[in-house]
Nanobody
Framework: QVQLVESGGALVQAGGSLRLSCAAS????????MGWSRQAPGKKRELVAI???????NYADSVKGRFTISRDNGKNILSLQMSSLKPEDTAVYYC??????????WGQGTQVTVSS
């Protein structure tokens, strides 16, 4: 079992920055890839960024150059630094962790609202 708790969501003006954090606990050795996804009202959940246990990183085209994902294995924290935020970044952001053999775990989500 893996538990994930997100924090850092807030209301921010367009052009601003925000940092999301995800604290992981439980069977951490079973985790391979971690990442962030988001879901805006009325839209499907979309992958924002992922980072593998080996440090490989991928971003959605919509956030490349603006968002940075990082993983502190010592503190068991996954972060998402978001800058140059746009109103279309408004969504609930979810942290997730894919394990080697036990599927994918999700956090409860944190709301990010970008005002124009």
């Amino acid at each position: 079992q893996v538990q994930l708790v997100e924090s850092g969501g807030a209301l921010v003006q367009a052009g601003g920055s925000l940092r999301l954090s995800c604290a992981a606990s439980g069977s951490l050795a079973s985790i391979n890839t971690m990442g962030w996804s988001r879901q805006a009202p009325g839209k499907k959940r979309e992958l924002v960024a992922i980072i593998t246990s080996g440090g490989g990183i991928n971003y959605a085209d919509s956030v490349k150059g603006r968002f940075t994902i990082s993983r502190d294995n010592g503190k068991n924290i996954l972060s998402l630094q978001m800058s140059s935020l746009k109103p279309e970044d408004t969504a609930v952001y979810y942290c997730h962790a894919a394990t080697w053999s036990a599927g994918v775990y999700w956090g409860q989500g944190t709301q990010v609202t970008v005002s124009s």
